[in-house]
């Protein structure tokens, strides 16, 4: 059985409790680097609670671009970025960081460095610096751990894990930042496909209980799989934006990749499958 055929449409769908967090909403935004040209043009979306939103497209269409300027990384050129109410860029540093946590394609941690304390490194935004960690800091931690099946290793050194674990292990410092929006940018680079597959499941899990989480992703059967939405990206606008089905199409991925391609229905229903032809 294939992977997309284990995923039923329950566990696509999500719980009405899980549409408690925070909406996140890209109006109209441009985007660039220094005097550089722009690498987003009027984008608009709406990531929302206790979904996963895969942002899919060829390199360099602005992508992690996009990601950097909803985590507050990058200042738009023009339009805006909420959570909620509250517009993003607008927030100091320290609110942003409650707000939004950011995962980056490939993130790098001091040598020497345990699991447990990465993990502690995501209650940074909520220490005041006169005080070291309190109850609700390694609570959190805890709970972040725990949440992703890490609590084991707390007391390894980070260098030790295989790179399955290792996912998880950042993962486990963003969660432990204790914000409403996720960003993830390529969680699955360099995992093999079955633990691609595992990262994948807990990312999923992680917006069923109720968070927003935008993920960036380049294997289309995986992001069909397990988005609930996508946003096809192409030259730094969207040319698609929609469930699985509606966004991953032939004309799509003709414009997207330039790639020939027959898309078929999944037996089990749920996730498109892509069967590559040549390019176009």
């Known amino acids: 059985m294939g992977i997309a055929q284990q995923i039923t449409k329950e566990q696509k769908a999500p719980s009405p409790e899980a549409r408690t967090g925070a909406m996140l909403s890209v109006e109209s935004v441009r985007a660039g680097y220094d005097a550089g040209p722009d690498v987003l043009t009027d984008i608009t979306l709406t990531a929302r609670p206790g979904e996963v939103t895969a942002l899919l497209g060829p390199n360099g269409c602005g992508k992690s671009t996009l990601l950097k300027t909803m985590s507050r990384l990058l200042t738009p050129r023009a339009g805006r970025v909420r959570v909620g109410e509250?517009?993003?860029?607008?927030?100091?540093?320290?609110?942003?960081?409650?707000?939004?946590?950011?995962?980056?394609?490939?993130?790098?941690?001091?040598?020497?460095?345990?699991?447990?304390?990465?993990?502690?490194?995501?209650?940074?935004?909520?220490?005041?610096w006169w005080r070291g960690a309190w109850a609700a800091?390694?609570?959190?931690?805890?709970?972040?751990?725990?949440?992703?099946?890490t609590a084991a290793l707390a007391d390894r050194d980070l260098?030790?894990?295989?790179?399955?674990?290792?996912?998880?292990?950042?993962?486990?410092?963003?969660?432990?930042?204790?914000?409403?929006?996720?960003?993830?940018?390529?969680?699955?680079?360099?995992?093999?496909?079955?633990?691609?597959?595992?990262?994948?499941?807990?990312?999923?899990?992680?917006?069923?209980?109720?968070?927003?989480?935008?993920?960036?992703?380049?294997?289309?059967?995986?992001?069909?799989?397990?988005?609930?939405?996508?946003?096809?990206?192409?030259?730094?606008?969207?040319?698609?934006?929609?469930?699985?089905?509606?966004?991953?199409?032939?004309a799509t991925l003709a414009e997207a990749y330039r790639l020939r391609a027959d898309v078929l229905d999944d037996p089990a229903g749920v996730a498109p499958i892509i069967v590559p032809r040549g390019t176009c």
């Open 86 to 128: 509250a517009e993003i860029h607008r927030l100091s540093p320290r609110r942003a960081a409650h707000t939004v946590a950011y995962l980056p394609q490939q993130p790098v941690a001091p040598e020497g460095l345990t699991v447990g304390e990465l993990v502690a490194r995501g209650r940074h935004p909520h220490r005041a």
């Open 159 to 250: 260098a030790a894990l295989s790179g399955g674990q290792r996912q998880r292990v950042w993962l486990a410092m963003v969660l432990a930042q204790d914000c409403p929006v996720l960003l993830l940018d390529e969680p699955t680079t360099y995992l093999d496909p079955a633990h691609a597959v595992e990262t994948l499941e807990l990312v999923r899990a992680l917006a069923r209980g109720g968070r927003t989480v935008v993920t960036v992703l380049h294997d289309l059967m995986l992001a069909g799989a397990y988005a609930d939405r996508i946003v096809l990206l192409g030259a730094g606008r969207i040319l698609a934006d929609g469930d699985p089905h509606a966004a991953l199409t032939p």
């Open 137 to 149: 800091d390694i609570a959190a931690v805890d709970a972040a751990l725990a949440e992703t099946g």
